[in-house]
């Protein structure tokens, strides 16, 4: 029998699959919301929306969209091209083992890793917790008053103390930071690169020499970068008493057998978290660990979490003084640090919590008996040592120094071999007995007949270490119960289920957060996160070690520029605002290349994100703010008389397209043009790329140079705050002033430009996920997921209208991929706010949007493409559904201080205490949907008292006794 429609293999093959699986609506979804716009088809959508001229010529050239197993395995034999030998290198990166309870319900969990920023405390309880614990064991390790949750990298967190030490210092009169030159090499280079830009003068030297310089702050490091452990308290107390404040750039696994630095005086402790079960991933992402006196808790830069009271007066955190931060105080924060490294250091975390003191601690005099025996090994054979104490690192003489690199390379072990005068081995925790008998082989030749036993009895029985006696740890660390009770697995697994279980993330429910684009973070994009052909490379092992690596960023690298219409991309930022760090010098150094250094002021809309004006300031612009008009764009008469006024000392405009008002503005052509008219560069801040892959780019606009948050548009997850990566695209003219590295050199840049991150490509490990999102997408996949998250969004704007004007509109009355509505006229009638409607929609099992930016007393919404229009219904019902109340209380049916809105969210022992006398019932206060019952997602406190938590500010674990 002849079957007409029988369709041959081929045709039967569905390469479009992972297209339909990112994109939340299908074709009969995307008819109806079609429909209700009143437009026949996407295209015609996007013709209203975007303006024609700037719509691109061709399609993109990603090429056909992959399916998920053929990306796979693709990656997977790109993957293959890496090396992994055995790695004693160092320099701040160590190999380390991630406890599989850790790695498969952490990492490999999106109950973790798709949250967001905790900035809705009342339904993020668990990652709080995490962090506060980071913080808890960040102050007993450093020995100091006051912690931040995880900033990007050491490197970069040495650069945040400088310039915390600029600010607090009572030497106002020096303009100089010393550095000792045993810090890490890419230590040393990010931290001038900002002195540079700041205008400091860096001074570097012996460490011993420090006092003798008239300097505004110092950095010290502890163990120093070649290993040696020696006692700088004197030498603190010398510097402190010329009113010099001093940061200690540290190691955490040594300071688990070491004194504190912070005993030892220092006033900033910093460094990275890596080692605590992190894999090394070729750079990051990492956490850095910061602590500092408490009398300088305003000028902390980063996140801070804090012990607040909720409504009924329970313990509950929540981000604590964020006033410092570049979202409040703008060109005045202390840094421009937005996206940090949240996952990262609640794995480091939960690696104290599941180890505990002991297991620490066996753990770091593992790895120091390590480094006592091979030195023990070399000086019995007279090898010269470079230092006499250390705790892991040692570096030492060799005549025949190639040779030994030769031997080593030949059994896949890479040493150290950047210092001049010496080779050097860092051991971890993964050494074995046979890994130092292979070193000595490496070192002193096959024949060396030492005996690892032996050399390990003799230390015990002297009972030495090489760690100086006044320099041992005598307190005790991590006493909290919380690093005491979940050693075994069991114990583990469901405490991180429990803090899982407090948080709602992307696999609960929408998080509609404009700006920020929480879109789908596919499994088959994660995948390769964790293949050890990624995760474990050391960023500074030698390039053909890397070639999976060199391929895999050049991939991705030429998609990217074919995307954003650029010439060139640099992968070394680690966030969005670094992105705009790392563009901004570039855009001063291109200045002073023709002889116009002195241009120096910024424009920057005043709805800009809070990064833009934190990070003009931290590459020394003036800030100059250009006004919006009444709906909503760059009010262009205003910026034409500002760009003419400053002129001749326009150094650049700062731009976010579509707008950050969630519009795409006409003007945008003729805005480059005013600017590169009068001199100046424009920078495209990348956040809303998600509005423009495949239909426009910044290239194509006019701009110079972009950042593109990796984390939003392309399918990293947002990891509950971090990590990301901020990439940037720009014009080839501004190729030679992208970043360079000390230790890694970059092809096409300038050879001696300064690094801003602490790795080469910034946080390698997590590129693959981007990889993978556009492998699989495709050109047309691509471009599909920007048209759908315009439909959706036109659609979620068009039907909230009627509850909740739409405050902008572009020319056709559309919206780009977000979408502002005013609450304001509505707190107005009713008194009902912004954030009653942010803490209500959590009885819905809903995240709130963007509340109050750019906009106060507003929300923002972001539905991505990656939402069904079920569920954007379900949302939309949420938002009706709260109108409704809010009628009530402007029509006094209920009275503003006794209605579920001003009492929301409702945790279970709210809805179930026994003095129940609302004026609403409680199958209302949790139950307010129909569709709610079914997924309900319960708030695990009521709402938090931000006042208090600030004015008692508690940044460590607080006592059990303190929850009862
Ligand atoms: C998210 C965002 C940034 C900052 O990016 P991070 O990666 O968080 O540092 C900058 N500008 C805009 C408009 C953003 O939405």
């Not at 699959?17 to 429909?35: K, S, V, Y």
């Not at 490509?761 to 920007?786: N, R, V």
């Not at 022992?909 to 206060?925: E, G, L, T």
Request: glycine letters at 8%.
């Amino acid at each position: 029998m002849s079957n007409p429609a029988a369709k041959t293999l081929s045709q039967l093959a569905n390469h479009q699959e992972f297209i339909q699986r990112h994109i939340g609506p299908d074709a009969n979804e995307t008819a109806a919301m079609l429909a209700e716009l009143n437009v026949g088809s996407v295209e015609e959508l996007i013709a209203q929306t975007i303006p024609a001229d700037i719509r691109l010529p061709a399609p993109l050239a990603i090429g056909d969209s992959r399916s998920e197993a053929e990306a796979l395995a693709y990656l997977k034999s790109v993957a293959a091209k890496n090396k992994m030998f055995k790695s004693y290198i160092g320099m701040g990166y160590h190999p380390t083992l991630t406890p599989n309870v850790i790695l498969r319900n952490v990492l490999e969990n999106p109950g973790w890793y798709t949250a967001y920023t905790p900035y809705q405390p009342e339904i993020a309880q668990g990652r709080l917790e995490a962090l506060l614990n980071f913080q808890h064991l960040t102050l007993d390790l450093t020995g100091l008053e006051l912690a931040s949750a995880s900033l990007l990298d050491e490197a970069t967190a040495a650069a945040e103390a400088m310039a915390l030490a600029k600010r607090v210092s009572k030497n106002k009169k020096s303009n100089s930071y010393f550095i000792a030159n045993d810090v890490h090499p890419q230590t040393l280079d990010v931290v001038k690169t900002r002195a540079e830009m700041f205008g400091f003068d860096i001074v570097t030297g012996p460490a011993s020499d420090a006092a003798k310089h008239d300097v505004f702050g110092a950095l010290l490091q502890y163990p120093s970068s070649s290993g040696e452990v020696r006692d700088d308290s004197a030498l603190i107390a010398d510097l402190q008493a010329n009113k010099a404040i001093v940061a200690v750039a540290t190691d955490i696994m040594a300071l688990v057998l070491m004194k504190s630095p912070g005993q030892l005086g220092a006033d900033v402790v910093l460094g990275s978290a890596q080692r605590f079960g992190v894999p090394m991933g070729y750079g990051g992402p990492h956490a850095a660990f910061f602590a500092t006196r408490d009398a300088y808790k305003r000028s902390m830069p980063g996140r801070i979490i804090g012990v607040s009271k909720d409504r009924l007066d329970n313990n509950a955190l929540r981000m604590a003084m964020q006033t410092r931060e570049q979202h409040i105080r703008r060109e005045k924060a202390n840094s421009n640090i937005c996206t940090a490294q949240v996952l990262l250091a609640n794995m480091a975390s939960f690696y104290a919590v599941y180890h505990g003191p002991q297991g620490l601690k066996t753990i770091a005099e593992r790895i120091h008996r390590s480094a006592d025996i091979f030195a023990a090994g070399l000086k019995a054979k007279g090898v010269e040592l470079l230092h006499n104490h250390w705790f892991d690192t040692i570096s030492f003489k060799v005549a025949d120094r190639a040779a030994v690199i030769a031997r080593a390379l030949a059994k896949e072990v890479n040493l150290r071999t950047d210092l001049s005068d010496s080779l050097s081995v860092s051991f971890h925790e993964l050494t074995t007995a046979a890994d130092i008998a292979e070193l000595f082989a490496i070192v002193l030749g096959d024949d060396h007949g030492l005996n690892i036993d032996a050399l390990d009895a003799e230390l015990v029985k002297n009972g030495s270490t090489s760690i100086p006696a006044s320099l041992l740890r005598h307190d005790a660390i991590l006493q909290h119960p919380v690093f005491n009770q979940y050693h075994s697995e069991t114990e583990m697994l469901r405490y991180i289920k429990k803090l899982e279980n407090k948080d709602l993330a992307l696999n609960h429910s929408m998080i509609s957060l404009g700006s920020c684009t929480m879109k789908l973070n596919a499994t088959a994009e994660m995948i390769p996160v964790t293949w050890p052909e990624f995760g474990a490379l050391h960023p500074f092992c030698p390039l053909d070690q890397a070639q999976g690596y060199s391929q895999m960023i050049t991939e991705l690298g030429d998609w990217l520029v074919n995307i954003t219409g650029y010439d060139n991309i640099s992968m070394q930022p680690n966030s969005g605002a670094q992105g705009e760090y790392a563009g901004m010098i570039a855009i001063r150094k291109y200045h002073e290349s023709r002889g116009e250094g002195h241009r120096n002021v910024c424009l920057i809309p005043v709805s800009a994100h809070g990064t833009n004006p934190a990070t003009a300031a931290m590459a020394s612009f003036d800030v100059v703010l250009v006004d919006c008009d009444k709906s909503g764009n760059i009010d262009m008469a205003d910026l034409k008389a500002k760009a003419e006024e400053v002129s001749d000392r326009l150094a650049a405009i700062m731009v976010t397209y579509p707008s950050t008002h969630g519009v795409f503005e006409a003007s945008i052509r003729e805005l480059c043009d005013i600017v590169h008219a009068h001199g100046g560069q424009v920078y495209m801040d990348g956040a809303n790329m998600n509005a423009q892959v495949g239909l426009t780019s910044p290239g194509f606009i006019g701009s110079d140079v972009s950042h593109l948050n990796l984390h939003k548009t392309f399918c990293i997850p947002h990891g509950g705050g971090g990590p990301g990566m901020g990439p940037i695209g720009v014009k080839s003219h501004l190729a030679p002033f992208l970043p360079n590295h000390p230790v890694i050199k970059i092809a096409g840049t300038g050879e001696h430009n300064g690094a801003v991150s602490a790795a080469p490509y910034g946080s390698a490990g997590i590129l693959p996920i981007s990889w993978m999102y556009i492998a699989m997408m495709g050109s047309e996949g691509l471009k599909q997921a920007t048209e759908i998250a315009i439909l959706s969004a036109n659609y979620m704007a068009k039907k909230l209208d009627p509850h909740f004007p739409v405050l902008y509109r572009g020319a056709n009355g559309r919206v780009a991929h977000e979408c502002i509505i005013d609450i304001r006229p509505l707190k107005e009638a009713s008194g009902v706010t912004e954030m009653d409607i942010a803490k209500r929609l959590m009885d819905f099992g809903y995240h709130s949007p963007t509340m109050s930016f750019p906009v106060a007393g507003t929300l923002m919404i972001e539905p991505t493409e990656s939402e069904s229009k079920a569920e954007l219904d379900k949302f939309i019902e949420a938002m009706t559904t709260i109108r409704a109340e809010i009628a009530k209380v402007e029509s006094g049916e209920w009275a503003l201080d006794n209605n579920p809105l001003h009492f929301a969210p409702h945790s279970m022992q709210d809805i179930f205490s026994s003095d129940w006398n609302r004026a609403y019932d409680r199958q209302v206060a949790a139950f307010p949907a129909a569709f709610v019952a079914e997924n309900k997602f319960w708030p695990t406190v009521t709402r938090i008292d931000d006042v208090y938590g600030d004015r008692n500010l508690i940044c460590a674990c607080p006592s059990p006794e303190a929850y009862r």
